[in-house]
């Protein structure tokens, strides 16, 4: 059985910037000049904050190179619902034999989209992207953002995945691990 990896609680004041290890936010291997941004908000979402954390060039291009195909298929899939809906609601003056045909290629355009993405995406997406990728989307979550106010310093709590990251980056912030 595989051991549940253990998230580092950092906290942090927060002025406006923040330093950054060279460490990858995912993996933790050593990282460059390759970013990836995150966004902070508070509780209620009225105030936000985009961070740009390092990421090593293996995390980097796994997040490039993914194919999404859930927002094409969802889309193209409404609008062939509204097609096939609209077949049953004909102009007057258009002839229904070229109103059908036009309907058809419709429909067919549009189903073909949607399978060509689908196998796109199957094809680029190796099971190590996928991988790499759900991992660098939940690096990072912030369960804790104040913007900093006149005279007050501002807080932000992070919680990462990886603790050679997490210590790293409460070394360089002066910030405190809250919880291992």
Not at 24 to 43: L, P, Q, T, W, Y
Request: aromatic share 10%; charged share 25%; with cysteine.
């Amino acid at each position: 059985m595989a051991k549940k990896k253990e998230n580092t609680v950092v906290c942090c004041d927060f002025d406006g910037g923040l330093r950054m290890p060279k460490v990858c936010v995912s993996c933790g291997s050593d990282a460059d000049e390759k970013r990836h941004e995150f966004i902070a908000s508070n509780f209620l979402k009225t105030s936000k904050v985009k961070i740009n954390f390092p990421v090593c060039d293996i995390c980097y291009e796994a997040d490039q190179k993914y194919v999404n195909a859930i927002p094409a298929t969802i889309i193209s899939s409404i609008a062939f619902i509204f097609s096939v809906f609209s077949l049953f609601n004909r102009p007057e003056k258009i002839p229904s034999g070229i109103f059908l045909a036009g309907g058809i290629i419709w429909l067919t355009v549009i189903a073909g989209y949607v399978v060509w993405t689908n196998i796109r995406a199957h094809q680029q997406n190796s099971r190590e992207t996928i991988l790499r990728r759900a991992n660098l989307k939940k690096a990072i979550t912030v369960s804790k953002f104040a913007l900093p106010h006149r005279s007050a310093m501002g807080q932000i709590i992070f919680v990462f995945r990886d603790a050679r990251f997490a210590k790293a980056f409460k070394n360089l912030n002066k910030g405190q691990i809250l919880k291992k």
